[in-house]
């Protein structure tokens, strides 16, 4: 093949990224990644800084259970078609559109808030953005499958993926500088207008042809509801009930028997470490004395690129060594790198030891990350996926996100225990009770990783290979 040849199918490979459905694709990237920050980690600087305590800013934490658990009402945007907006728009940006004047109106009801005054208003304008930011989700992804076709997948979603990292600039970097030079309330209200970008995209987004939920297992489905002697609309029901949520647990269950269990366990406890650190993460920085601008320069800018560099050498090492080699080396990678918080501790308000922290931290978690979506995929039947990854999806966030919301609660545990906190106090005159606190706190994040390493070792030694999916039985 000749260099011009060559050169040819680069472009024409590249020419996608130019095509008008992919340029609206990142738009929206952009408007799915704007909210996430702003239910989590910015939204925890900004009421620690208010001096809520630890405890509740760990609880608040539960308003993004709603992205965990956005798969339960995924079945009505399926289905459900919206009054006017779904005759002008169609199904799939008609619930965009309504979702995101939803969290814009929701960004705007945070930014009239004070939470010293009335943290309550806070948390309901706070879960109606998180709900609302998990049904654009959930319309983005259904409009994405359905605006391109299989080939151009993979440019529509790296399209999506940088515009969610560009949003999460924003959110993160992005609202810490504007709440430091103007105000918390000037920030959020910022945002409510940015999330107009995926308003615009939603209306300018073309009309496409939208599939119905495919019949999975339909000889299954047809044969179990025989036996159940229903028919008509109890019929109809059944078949959907089955083919949604019983057949892929059956079919997971059949191929891997009782691995199964422990599969789903590896799953759930593989980032515990990350959800349960994350949380505590903000409040430490603002515990240590560091400025919003540094915060948001070091923490919600740069880290976001090395997070990108770990997940990009992730998937170079998962091709090299096989997955669950490189899934071991992520869980080691991610619970020690916790340990590296305890070290910044000690050194206090020092951005350069800032900097080593979070190159050292988010770059695991990039790898670690992209370790994890190997092999979940690696797990998944094919006339399965959709449903299967998106219980792995629910497995693997819920147990660190219920953990994490304790997370206040273990640090103010350990500052006011004087056994815990004195021994560090000691050793660093510029540590205090309320920051010794996090020491322990930290080195039992990096513990919570032990299970998850146990259970890879347990799979890599022992898991016997997958059985075959059974074939239809012949109709009675």
């Not at 040819?8 to 095509?19: D, F, K, M, T």
């Not at 869980?331 to 206090?348: D, H, M, P, R, S």
Request: include cysteine; aromatic fraction near 12%; charge should be neutral.
């Amino acid at each position: 093949m000749s260099a011009m040849t060559r050169a040819r199918g680069w472009a024409s490979s590249l020419a996608v990224y130019l095509e008008y459905r992919t340029i609206i694709m990142l738009l929206l990237g952009f408007a799915a990644g704007l909210p996430f920050l702003l239910v989590f980690s910015t939204l925890s600087a900004w009421l620690r800084e208010a001096g809520i305590s630890r405890t509740d800013i760990g609880l608040m934490s539960y308003v993004g259970l709603a992205y965990t658990i956005k798969f339960l009402w995924a079945p009505v945007i399926d289905h459900i078609r919206l009054p006017l907006l779904d005759r002008a728009l169609g199904r799939r940006r008609a619930w965009m559109v309504l979702a995101q004047i939803v969290a814009a109106a929701a960004l705007f009801g945070l930014s009239l808030q004070d939470p010293a005054q009335s943290l309550m208003l806070v948390v309901i304008f706070a879960l109606i953005l998180a709900f609302a930011s998990a049904t654009q989700d959930i319309a983005v992804d259904a409009w994405r499958i359905e605006a391109a076709p299989d080939e151009k997948q993979g440019a529509m979603a790296a399209t999506y993926q940088l515009g969610y990292r560009i949003a999460l600039i924003a959110s993160g970097a992005g609202a810490l500088f504007i709440a430091e030079g103007v105000s918390w309330s000037a920030a959020y209200f910022t945002m409510a207008l940015l999330m107009g970008v995926g308003l615009a995209a939603a209306l300018l987004a073309p009309r496409v042809a939208e599939a119905e939920a495919p019949a999975i297992g339909e000889e299954t489905v047809e044969r179990f509801v025989h036996r159940m002697h229903a028919d008509g609309r109890m019929a109809r029901i059944t078949g959907w009930v089955y083919r949604a949520i019983v057949a892929p647990f059956v079919d997971f269950f059949g191929r891997y028997g009782w691995w199964s269990l422990a599969l789903l366990a590896l799953i759930g406890l593989y980032r515990v470490p990350d959800f349960v650190m994350g949380v505590m993460a903000n409040p430490l920085y603002i515990d240590l004395g560091f400025e919003l601008s540094t915060i948001a320069t070091i923490v919600k800018f740069y880290g976001i690129w090395m997070t990108i560099a770990g997940a990009l050498v992730g998937g170079i090492v998962t091709a090299k060594i096989g997955v669950l080699r490189a899934l071991l080396l992520g869980a080691i990678a991610a619970a020690g790198t916790n340990l590296v918080f305890v070290w910044l501790v000690f050194q206090g308000a020092d951005a350069a030891a800032l900097a080593v922290t979070i190159s050292v931290e988010n770059f695991s978690g990039g790898f670690a990350g992209t370790c994890l979506i190997a092999y979940m995929s690696s797990l998944v039947n094919h006339n399965f996926a959709a449903t299967q990854y998106a219980l792995f999806s629910s497995a693997f966030a819920l147990p660190g996100k219920l953990i994490g919301g304790q997370s206040g609660v273990i640090v103010d545990g350990f500052s006011a225990s004087e056994a815990f906190t004195r021994p560090f106090m000691d050793m660093a005159a510029h540590l205090t009770a309320q920051t010794a606190g996090y020491i322990p706190f930290f080195i039992t994040t990096a513990i919570m990783g032990l299970p998850a390493i146990v259970l890879i070792l347990l799979v890599m030694a022992f898991q016997p290979r997958p059985a075959a999916s059974p074939p239809p039985a012949p109709e009675a």
